[in-house]
């Protein structure tokens, strides 16, 4: 079975920085498309930073956080990362990654991590 298991979450105060991991685990084949969504309260989920996949290799980043976030993936590792520095207050929110992921001798599927709460508060 696949799953995607989310750390790196946590307080921290405007202008540090955190770093989020996902790692991948199970039977897998390939992953394609990785990325990170999140989610303020009482607020729709927003595209963070994305890893299009089937072929473009294009990095993709929500205008709010360009120049700050930095996604990354160690394809070894089955492992996305989200770099996060010069965190705002408005940055607070859940944290969510996913990955299109074809599981062996499956079809391609989509995963969710578990989610992990970054608060940025003075």
């Known amino acids: 079975q696949v799953q995607l298991v989310e750390s790196g979450g946590g307080l921290v105060q405007p202008g540090g920085s955190l770093r989020l991991s996902c790692a991948a685990s199970?039977?897998?084949?390939?992953?394609?498309?990785m990325g990170w969504y999140r989610q303020a309260p009482g607020k729709q989920s927003d595209l963070v930073a994305l890893?299009?996949?089937?072929?473009?290799?294009?990095?993709k980043y929500e205008d709010s956080v360009k120049g700050r976030f930095t996604i990354s993936r160690d394809n070894a590792k089955n492992t996305l990362y989200l770099q996060m520095n010069s965190l705002k207050p408005e940055d607070t929110a859940v944290y969510y990654c996913?990955?299109?992921?074809?599981?062996?001798?499956?079809?391609?599927?989509?995963?969710w991590g578990q989610g992990t709460q970054v608060t940025v508060s003075a």
């Open positions: 199970g039977s897998i084949f390939s992953i394609g498309a």
């Open positions: 890893f299009p996949g089937g072929g473009d290799s294009i990095v």
């Open positions: 996913y990955a299109v992921i074809r599981p062996n001798g499956g079809n391609w599927e989509v995963h």
